[in-house]
């Protein structure tokens, strides 16, 4: 199944208790593009200044990411500023975001993108999130990832998006915060009473939980001695999930559990290493190997 | 397999947001008993004072425990008293302890009970655990609780303790508390590096870990809409676990495996209600049920 992408593509500086780096590449759709990549081909549209260095675009296209939805504009890319403190890797604490070329970020589906099956709407405007969904019409297969201040300030637009999408990522916090229920699975439930078909609560070192109707699919995350940078993980994780869904091509539960369970080995290797340094290295072996260890961490 | 455990029968009040109950049936002898007692016979050594109600010996008579060792003493009965504060019903805040009758317990193994090859050895001081362990020459297995306490003031005892056991009960903050270490992966593999064979590491909500040689195997926690009082879940845990391997009646690594899960499934009714009360409407079949669903959360 053909996959398509709508984020951000960003250069980070991130500081965790692992170091401190600055100007990073980052960006929701670079780590969802480039994880979902290890599994299938990824179709990417988004926006960069004309300050994106050429060694970035050179790096996604080496990952066969179809760039012919990037549109390069007049002005500066994205900057996120971020860090997280010893003990709380799970949560992020924004320093500076300067959307710069995002500010304006009005996306235009290519036409050759638009018999995707396919379709991932990273965090951005739930409006735009709905436009770039009506743009596509063919697909089978929509999921999207928001952020608390979209539920402060376009909870209307944002319930509206969830009840037209089959998949909601959201982390607990957000999915408490949308749902007024402090109780996981309560605040679950009361999305899916909002509309919500599908909705994968992610967890962050307690790994994710995946609600559709009574249905409760549970993965650990993997257990990891060493964090260096969780930036990114939770769009790596909805990555895995969709390059898999695309590589096995179809949408049984079986399959949305498989898919489940690579996101969270994808997101396992991400937060290893800054930026995506670890995809750099990252083997299809050791990708294997560490899926088989989710099996031997759950099965009984 | 025989199984023996040796802890507190308690009185306790507990608040939790749902509610207040004082001089209610507690420790961690009694739920360990009455919910391994769904999967086995159990020995319980104790100690409760004259004012010790009836009705709760009738009651664990009623689950089929051996109470041949169940010591009633001059004095009043141990009492705890604690709350849970909502939005955090992992952690008990303890109110007042008395520890009553159980100030000078010294525990004697009855000669009925030397045989067994399972012993459990519920949350009390290490020097006690380690002087019943001595008495106790046929054991097969044996599984220790611990706190908090214990780790500050009887560290060289507990380290002791810990190299004898073949498996270690500990939760996240103790675990973290115990080997200096946050990452509870490394945590582990410090507990392991003092000596310890098997760690157990309980995590409430988040479920637990099974850490041994290099293996992780991980079970989530029931999804629960509603919880009553988490007081005893521990206990249950290793209720559910030792009961299962004494009724399997081995030791291999698929056993623990299904006796963790097991654990989680005992834990998950125990904290639906106050006290033991949960149990008394207990079904086998419900279990079954439980059991049957962990698989379907976790299985892909």
């Known amino acids: 199944m053909k996959l398509v992408v709508v984020g951000s593509v960003a250069l980070d500086s ?7 780096h600055d100007d ?3 960006g929701s759709a670079t780590y969802f593009s480039v994880y979902a990549g290890f599994f299938t081909p990824v179709n990417l549209v988004a926006v960069v200044g004309k300050d994106f260095p050429e060694e970035h675009l050179q790096f996604l296209k080496s990952r066969k990411i179809n760039l012919d939805g990037l549109t390069v504009a007049d002005g500066k890319t994205f900057r996120w500023s971020g860090k997280y403190l010893k003990g709380n890797l799970n949560e992020a604490i924004t320093l500076d975001t300067q959307l710069n070329v995002f500010a304006t970020f009005k996306p235009v589906i290519p036409k050759t993108f638009l018999d995707a099956d396919l379709l991932f709407l990273a965090n951005i405007d739930p409006e735009i999130q709905l436009n770039v969904l009506s743009q ?3 697909v089978k297969f929509c999921a999207c990832d928001t952020m608390n201040l979209w539920i402060q300030i376009k909870k209307e637009q944002l319930t509206k998006l969830i009840q037209k999408v089959d998949l909601l990522f959201l982390n607990d916090g957000e999915a408490r915060q949308l749902s007024g229920e402090h109780n996981i699975v309560k605040a679950a439930r009361g999305i899916q009473s909002m509309g919500a078909k599908r909705i994968c609560i992610k967890r962050g070192e307690y790994g994710a939980l995946l ?3 009574s249905d409760v699919f549970h993965v650990p995350a993997y257990s990891l ?3 260096e940078d969780p930036t990114g993980a939770g769009d790596t994780f ?3 999930f ?3 869904l695309a590589r096995i091509g179809d949408l049984t539960p079986q399959t949305f559990r498989q898919a489940l369970v690579q996101g969270s080995v994808m997101a396992s290797f991400n937060v290893e290493r800054f930026s995506l340094d670890r995809l750099k290295t990252l083997q299809e072996s050791e990708i294997l190997e560490r899926f088989a260890a989710f099996k031997r961490m759950t099965q009984f």
Chains 1, 2 share one sequence.
Request: charged share 20%; glycine share 20%.
């Open 24 to 26: 990073i590449l980052g």
């Open 225 to 227: 001695e060493e964090i």
């Open 14 to 20: 991130v500081e965790t208790p692992s170091g401190r």
């Open 242 to 244: 969709m390059g898999t």
């Open 238 to 240: 909805a990555g895995g």
């Open 136 to 138: 596509m019409q063919n």
């Open 211 to 213: 609600f559709q109707d």
